[in-house]
C-alpha cells in the first residue's frame, strides 16, 4: 500500500480500513472453541501442550506472538466485508487476505483464520451463488478445498508446485467434478504459465459463469521467492488479474504467500495498477524507490545485496521457456475435464 501511494496510485476514496472481525462472524467456519483458544493465546501469550496438540497453535509454523488474533481477525475482516461490498457488483483488492491454509479448529501453515473460504461464505450471503476460486499461490490451498471442494457452485482450479508443502491437491482429485489441481515441476516459466491461463483457467471459468470470482494472487510463485522452486516473473500474475477481472461482475483478488519483501511489494502493487488500469514506468519515481529501499530481508541471503532493479522497477524481465511434457499432460489430463457448461 505504501509503493501504490508512492506512486500516486491509492487516493483516501479507494481505501476502506478493514473492521476486526468479532468471533461470532469468524464462526461462520471456525469451531468456536479454536476461536475462543486462538483469542487467549494472544492475551496470554501461551499455548499449553494440550492446545497446541488440538489446535496447532504454538508451533513453528503457527508460533504466539503479540497479534495472534487481531492480525487474522482484520485480514478476516476484509474478507467478510468485500462480500457485502460486492454484493452489487464491482472489484476489492485485499492483499493481507489469502490465508488459505486454515482449517475450521486448526492453524495450519501460517494461516490462523481462512479469509478466502469466509470471502466466499459472505457472498453467498449476499445473495450470490456461482463461485469461481482461483489459487496461483504455490502452495495447493487445502483449506478452501476442505471447505468447498465437493461443492458444485464453487468452481476451484489451483496451480502449486508438486511435492511442496501441504502435498495436498492431486491432479487426480475431482470433487464434485469442478475442482482442478494442477500440480507443477520446478522452473515453472512464464510460457507455460500463459498456456495454463488460456486452456484451463480462462476457459474453465468461462464455461462455468461465475457470478463472482475470487483470485488469490501468491506472490511466492515468483523466482526469487525462497520458499518455492517456481520461476515466474511477475507478468504472469498480472496477466491472470487482467483476464479474469472481465469475467464476472464481482471480482476479489486477495494477497496470499511470498516471502521476499522486494519480490511481494512490487507483484502486488503491479496488481493496483492492473485492476486500476495504470500505466507501469519502466522506472519508478523517486518517491516510490524510497519505500523500496526501506525495505530489509534479515539474516536471508536475498537481503545482502538485493539487485538495484527490485528498487527502480515493478516489472520484471519476462522468463519465457519451453512447454514442458509434464506440464503439457497434466494440462491435458484437466482440459479434457472443462464442460461445456458446468
Known sequence: MDL?????????AQYVQSPRAKAAALSLWHDPDYLGALALAEQTQIASPEVKERYGLGTTANPVFPEMWRRPATSAGASLLAGELLAQGGIVYSPAGGTHHGMPARANGFCYLNDPVLAILSLRRSGVRR????DIDAHHPDGVEVAFGADPD???ISTHEENRWPRTGALEDVGAGTLFNLPLPAGLNDTEMAEIRDRLILPSVASFAPEAIVL??????VTEDPLSRLTLSNNSHWQIVAALMEMAPRNLVLGGGGYNPWSVGRLWTGVWATLNGHLIPEVLPPVAQSVLRGLEFQNHRLGRNPPDHWFSTLRDSP????VRPKVRDG??????????EF
Open 131 to 134: 463461485v469461481a476460486y482461483i
Open 4 to 12: 501504490s501511494r508512492g506512486m500516486g496510485w491509492l487516493g483516501p
Open 319 to 322: 522468463r519465457n521457456g519451453e
Open 154 to 156: 464453487v468452481l476451484m
Open 331 to 340: 494440462l491435458a489430463r484437466l482440459c479434457a475435464r472443462i464442460q461445456p
Open 216 to 221: 488469490q494472487c501468491g506472490a511466492d510463485a
